[in-house]
């Protein structure tokens, strides 16, 4: 496809949503876990769950989204997919008992995905056109990340303004109180952000043309189904998006084993959301200009020497210094393969006009961590309450971190002698 590049004020916006969808299910359950934990009287098992309650519905979403994206332009799914999670927001504001909060999970995996998730990513790799994948991938995720970073800053300023006594001596109704307002605002910055999309997301009819007429067939599955790299990329997306669910925990680390109060903890959780837009934007440049298998396969080693630091105790409330090193090095690894896991299909000789097809079937195993990890997360800290729970965590993060190396290693070698152009 030759067609006329989007504008880059598509991609901004693409950005925007793309983090803003997330932002009250994940993004702050990320940044206030303690908090989440107490406000809605849940232990880690428990959210877990929830999670798991989104991935199986989103599991589905990822099949049967597909062909919906091929019918309607990007815009108008985006922005419906953001009215709907916000709206999703302000029953999360009422803090509804467990039951209801698995429900509540479950709405939003149909929100973000079916709705969301296709239209994204293949917007996104048109945008990238023949010689920017990694670019185009790169700044996508580097960009949600300052986007769930000024979100995370935001909430934990407004948890901090909305709480009256000392932090440490809070309340579970003054903690209940002052989040309600972070979820509020968060809600309705969601829903503006679809009017944006809605009103000004939009590109070439010729090229928004394009989009929609494409089809998705039990031919084209087939085609896509024989590709070597489609079957890497299930594992390479799994492992690397298990590390990413594992960043989850950082925030409660900090409470459990370096011993911060709910608000320095949130603040732990947002200086990870600050590195994700450094290493997203610099690895997206950087492989544009190399060979992006091969800093994929690097972004795992990382990872794995990362997660060890961790694993094996070294990082206690004694050495703060080295606690935050220690999250610099896992994050830069973690980050940086979720943002070339996808800009590695052109080199993995998939087809642009097979994106949806293709993301479909890569995603029905690489995104099934959103069922498992956080149960198994959970399992972990309950079972051994404290550093050595969360040391289990880590060991997690290095076992899947070193399969997924391996995966990479073999897209690698398999897709080298492909040119970048």
């Excluded at 880690?44 to 979403?61: H, K, P, R």
């Excluded at 031919?219 to 989850?248: F, H, N």
């Amino acid at each position: 496809m030759n067609q006329k590049k989007a504008p880059w004020h598509f991609l901004l916006l693409l950005i925007l949503a793309g983090e803003s969808v997330f932002i009250i299910p994940f993004v702050l359950s990320r940044v206030f876990r303690p908090t989440v934990l107490e406000v809605f009287n849940l232990d880690n098992v428990q959210l877990g769950i929830c999670f798991s309650v989104y991935g199986i519905v989103a599991l589905l979403s990822y099949l049967l989204g597909g062909p919906l994206a091929d019918k309607f332009p990007p815009r108008k799914l985006i922005a419906v997919a953001l009215w709907m999670t916000a709206l999703g927001g302000l029953v999360y504001a009422t803090y509804p008992g467990y039951t209801v909060l698995k429900i509540l999970y479950g709405y939003w995996g149909f929100t973000t995905i079916f709705l969301f998730w296709a239209p994204m990513i293949k917007a996104t790799r048109v945008w990238g056109g023949s010689t920017s994948q990694g670019k185009a991938f790169g700044f996508l995720d580097g960009g949600r990340g300052l986007v769930g970073a000024l979100f995370g800053a935001m909430g934990v300023l407004i948890f901090s303004l909305f709480i009256t006594s000392e932090i440490s001596q809070a309340t579970v109704s003054e903690s209940r109180a002052a989040f309600k307002y972070v979820i509020l605002v968060s809600s309705g910055i969601v829903a503006f952000v679809g009017l944006l999309v809605w009103f000004f997301m939009k590109m070439g009819r010729q090229l928004e043309k394009e989009i929609i007429l494409e089809k998705i067939t039990m031919s084209q599955i087939k085609e896509v189904s024989r590709l070597p790299s489609v079957w890497l990329l299930m594992i390479i997306i799994l492992c690397a998006y298990v590390g990413y669910k594992i960043t989850d925990v950082f925030s409660l680390y900090a409470q459990d084993v370096m011993l911060y109060d709910q608000v320095q903890s949130a603040q732990v959780g947002t200086f990870l959301l600050f590195i994700r837009p450094v290493v997203g934007v610099l690895i997206g440049v950087v492989a544009d200009r190399t060979q992006t298998t091969f800093w994929l396969v690097v972004s795992f080693v990382v990872s794995f020497f990362g997660a060890l630091l961790f694993a094996t105790g070294m990082i206690s409330d004694s050495v703060t210094l080295l606690f935050f090193i220690s999250i610099l090095i896992v994050a830069a690894g973690v980050y940086a393969a979720r943002s070339l896991y996808f800009a590695v299909m052109k080199e993995g000789q998939i087809p642009l006009v097979l994106t949806g097809t293709a993301v479909g079937l890569i995603s029905l195993i690489g995104y099934t961590p959103d069922i498992f990890a956080g149960p198994a997360m959970g399992y972990l800290l309950e079972n051994s309450p404290g550093a050595v729970g969360h040391q289990h965590v880590f060991w997690m993060l290095a076992l899947f971190s070193f399969i997924g190396g391996i995966a990479a290693w073999g897209y690698f070698q398999l897709y080298k002698g492909q040119k970048r152009h």
